[in-house]
């Protein structure tokens, strides 16, 4: 007999899943109906063998006895893909120069921040062609900027002063032209005015010349009489003003002489008053000392205090009196020179009104000398004047005869001149025309541009940051196609696929589970991030497979490690449903009929090594294909009958446990069946199939 292995809660509860195959996505009830099926035949064909154990009891075998237990449990949807960098953290530096690597400052394995140096060109031919091409196009391009600077200062000077009018030649031409045509005007309206005037007889120019001869005459006559007569308003006045002046400083010289004045006469009498204060208080002293120096004699201290006392206060007035005594001196003095000052003033107005008078008088000789002289050429004027009118009328004749050719000449003129400034114009554009094209550098600038691209080109730089992942640049060889290889190795991405017949079922958000050779049982973790629009096409651009399609598929890894290496071949699972910590049975031991999906339990009699099997009906949730998530019906560590489609016979009744006939071999599937070793891996085929 082969040894019995009944494994427990716990060591259920520990087993972690086989790695998933791809499977088809279908309901646990398909499986439970071919398990039905199956248990059908069982019953009818092998059942009376499996459960005798040496008579008629009926048995279970011991290894079908199993325990409910809590495990992960993921319905999914298995495919194979590729450890990648993600496409937005990849870069890959290519070659865009023909020129020798000088040094290559980065290795496989190297971390590198944006902007390092990965490599550096040899770049000494190209920074001596940039040089060359630059000291050639300098003092070309320095010329022809002159003269097209030049070139279109002039056109545009030209053409400026042809749009506003304000073109020399023009506006000489025009300013001419109107010249003439104004002169011709004024001549052509002088010479019909004169004649007519000569036809109505009315020349007005010899009567002009009489009316200003008698006027020239009257007015000699009447300044000559005011002069005369002394009637004239300006002389008169002046006469007046001057009488005046000379009365008002005889009159204040008197009272000046006379210290007769207000101001005058008050500082006299102050400076009289104070000279008289001043006498009698020095005479007041004089007498205080002499009485003091009586009493001085008697040697008696009261009476010379007394006359001490006396004589001081004498001092003292007489020092005061003093004093105000020369104020007023210099008080009277000061007012003898202002009524001095005062009386220039009076002397100082005479004086002008006596030039004044002079001034009128003078001007008004000259005045009349002019009058005599317009007079005389009143009179010379008058006499010319009919010799003048008949010269006047040949000279009108003479300058409407001028004007008019000078106009004539003018027209033409104006109208050559517009030729030459349009012939001058375009030249002045021919030349700009001409200086642009010679002074395109666009061909030049661009191949300097192009070199001196090439120069920062020649120091190669990280795009991104991340991990040298493949180096192809060697030095001392010239590069080609792709260089550096820099990925970020901290942000993985799954590339996949998924089949047509899976689409309904897998959408981007879902949970992923990734596995692979080199990171034995580790279960890293993903989202599936994106499904192709499309499924894949070859090279021509046709679907590969229109029966068996496949999308292409990036998923994100959320945990990856330092195990994780990008390259590597992953087995992906996406899950569509179940959890971690499922209440869970092999699913083998879950039936199904129209009431529904159950199970049956074990219910096993105290001491006796006796059990009953017991319908009871579940809910049931995912499926890995080997397990599948019970809902509700029965609790963690519940005994239920695996292969349960072999026990349906055995429902209500009490049975025994038997051990596996060890004469069974594992080669024969269906003698496996017969001797009761219908197991769990081989059941699960014949149910649920893989995906």
């Not at 019909?192 to 005037?197: L, R, S």
């Not at 009257?218 to 300044?223: F, I, N, Q």
């Not at 200086?435 to 080109?457: G, H, P, V």
Request: aromatic content about 6%.
């Amino acid at each position: 007999m082969a040894e019995e292995r009944v494994e427990t809660p716990s060591e259920k509860t520990k087993f972690k899943a086989p790695a998933r195959k791809k499977k088809n996505t279908k309901k646990i009830g398909c499986a439970v109906a071919a398990a039905v099926a199956i248990a059908a035949v069982l019953g009818v064909l092998i059942l009376p063998r499996l459960l005798l154990t040496g008579g008629n009891a009926p048995a279970v075998y011991s290894g079908d006895a199993v325990t409910v237990t809590v495990r992960d449990v993921f319905d999914t949807v298995s495919a194979t893909g590729l450890v990648e960098s993600d496409e937005d953290t990849t870069a890959r530096v290519y070659s865009t120069l023909s020129y020798k690597i000088d040094r290559v400052f980065v290795s496989v394995g190297d971390m590198v921040q944006q902007d390092t140096v990965l490599a550096q060109y040899e770049t000494e031919t190209l920074e001596r062609a940039i040089k060359e091409r630059e000291l050639s196009a300098g003092s070309a391009k320095k010329a022809s900027a002159l003269n097209l600077t030049s070139a279109k200062l002039n056109y545009d000077t030209f053409a400026a002063g042809v749009a506003d009018g304000t073109n020399s030649t023009l506006v000489a031409a025009n300013s001419t032209l109107a010249n003439a045509q104004e002169n011709y005007d004024s001549a052509k309206k002088d010479y019909d005015t004169y004649i007519a005037k000569l036809d109505a007889s009315t020349v007005v120019e010899l009567n002009q010349a009489k009316r200003n001869l008698d006027t020239a005459q009257k007015d000699y006559d009447k300044l000559k009489a005011e002069i005369v007569g002394e009637t004239n308003i300006q002389l008169r006045d002046a006469k007046r003003a001057l009488a005046d002046a000379q009365k008002d400083y005889d009159d204040y010289k008197a009272l000046v002489d006379k210290n007769e004045t207000s101001t005058l006469f008050t500082s006299y009498m102050q400076y009289v008053t104070a000279k008289e204060t001043w006498r009698d208080a020095h005479t007041a002293m004089k007498d205080a000392e002499v009485a003091l120096k009586a009493a001085e004699k008697t040697d008696d201290p009261a009476t010379i205090a007394s006359a001490q006392a006396a004589y001081n206060a004498a001092v003292s007035a007489e020092k005061a009196a003093d004093r105000a005594y020369g104020n007023a001196d210099e008080s009277y003095e000061f007012a003898k020179e202002n009524e001095a000052r005062a009386l220039e003033k009076y002397k100082t107005v005479c004086d002008k009104a006596q030039t004044a008078y002079d001034d009128v008088l003078k001007s008004l000789n000259d005045t009349l000398e002019k009058y005599e002289n317009a007079l005389i050429s009143a009179e010379e004027a008058y006499l010319s004047a009919a010799e003048a009118v008949d010269n006047r009328t040949d000279a009108y004749a003479r300058t409407l005869r001028t004007a008019e050719r000078n106009l004539s000449d003018s027209t033409v003129n104006l109208e050559n001149a517009k030729i030459t400034v349009n012939n001058q114009l375009e030249s002045y554009r021919v030349s700009y025309e001409s200086a642009k094209l010679n002074a395109d550098t666009s061909l030049t600038d661009y191949q300097l541009s192009n070199l001196r691209r090439d120069l920062e080109k020649a120091t190669v730089k990280a795009p991104i940051s991340g991990t040298v992942t493949a180096v192809y640049a060697t030095e001392g060889e010239t590069a080609a196609g792709v260089m550096f290889v820099i990925e970020d190795t901290a942000n993985l991405v799954i590339t996949s696929t998924v089949k047509a017949y899976d689409l309904d079922s897998v959408r981007e958000g879902m949970e992923v589970l990734i596995k692979t050779d080199s990171t034995g049982d580790k279960e890293y973790h993903g989202v599936l991030e994106s499904i192709a629009p499309t499924a894949q096409k070859g090279t021509n651009g046709v679907i590969i497979s229109s029966t068996d399609a496949a999308f292409d598929t990036v998923i994100r890894v959320t945990d990856a490690d330092e195990r994780l290496r990008i390259g590597l071949s992953a087995r992906v699972s996406y899950v569509l449903g179940g959890g971690a910590d499922a209440l869970a049975a092999p699913s083998t031991a879950i039936l199904s009929d129209g009431e529904g999906a159950f199970v049956l339990a074990i219910s096993e009699e105290d001491g006796t090594g006796r059990a009953t099997l017991v319908r009871t009906a579940v809910t049931v949730g995912a499926s890995d294909g080997v397990y599948t998530q019970i809902l509700s019906g029965v609790d963690a560590g519940q005994k239920i009958a695996d292969n349960a489609a072999n026990y349906l016979s055995l429902v209500g009744q009490t049975f025994d446990y038997s051990d596996i006939d060890e004469s069974v071999t594992d080669e024969d599937p269906f003698a496996k069946m017969t001797s009761g070793r219908i197991e769990r891996g081989s059941m699960g085929s014949m149910t649920g199939g893989a995906r």
